[in-house]
């Protein structure tokens, strides 16, 4: 059996997420489901200050070399007292919330350490995308080593169900986005990315539901 806690995720950065952040100003961060610390090795070339959640012990030793602090810690108990001391200007959750299976009490606590004009920033997969909603129409519901149907994943929120579960902790959705890239990318991938990128803006313009692989969010306390 595989086991969540040694499962290891590796990347380069939500750069999705990371432009949300005003990196011109030094900011007290912190990232909830840090990983091996990929945001983290960004954020620090800035200057912030960052600590990080994650359950794995070999993604803590490799996140610590970008961080003030890393726990380890089980995030269906909430956030770890150590944290709960502590005030933070943004704090991040990067695809980790799919991965609890009762997140209101993270929520909650997370509202608790949010200084009164901080910034969460929510990361999710889109369950309705339209690559997934074809697989569903067939009956397919296949779990994979990673994506929306990752073996890890809990729960699974639309573009809609991403924000209520946000308002319904206390906070105030002050913007609520998609990302991605353009149906058919193989075939189309002679179109530069500009012209990809305005296209997909089109496109989400009608639904951002249909078209859109990532949920962003990003709320403040209200």
């Avoid at 920033?121 to 994979?144: D, W």
């Avoid at 906070?171 to 002679?190: Q, R």
Wanted: glycine share 8%; proline share 2%.
């Amino acid at each position: 059996m595989k086991s969540v806690i040694n499962k290891i995720y590796a990347n380069t950065g939500n750069d999705s997420v990371l432009s949300l952040i005003d990196l011109s100003k030094k900011h007290k961060i912190l990232d909830i489901g840090c990983g091996r610390g990929d945001n983290a090795k960004i954020l620090n070339q800035y200057g912030h200050i960052i600590d990080g959640i994650t359950l794995s012990e070999e993604e803590a030793i490799e996140a610590q070399k970008y961080m003030r602090n890393v726990l380890i810690h089980n995030l269906e108990y909430g956030l770890p007292q150590a944290i709960l001391s502590r005030e933070y200007d943004i704090i991040i959750c990067s695809h980790v919330l799919e991965h609890i299976c009762y997140p209101t009490k993270v929520l909650l606590d997370i509202h608790r350490v949010l200084k009164k004009e901080g910034n969460i920033i929510v990361a999710l997969p889109n369950l309705m995308h339209y690559k997934s909603r074809i697989q569903l129409l067939f009956g397919n519901f296949n779990y994979k080593d990673t994506g929306v149907w990752d073996y890890t994943h809990f729960r699974w929120y639309t573009f809609k169900t991403g924000r209520n579960l946000l308002e319904k902790s206390g906070f105030k959705v002050e913007n609520a986005e998609v990302s991605g890239d353009i149906p058919l990318l193989t075939i189309l991938n002679f179109i530069p990315s500009n012209v990809r990128q305005k296209i997909f803006s089109l496109l989400t313009f009608f639904s951002k539901g249909l078209f859109g692989g990532q949920l962003l969010y990003v709320a403040t306390k209200k």
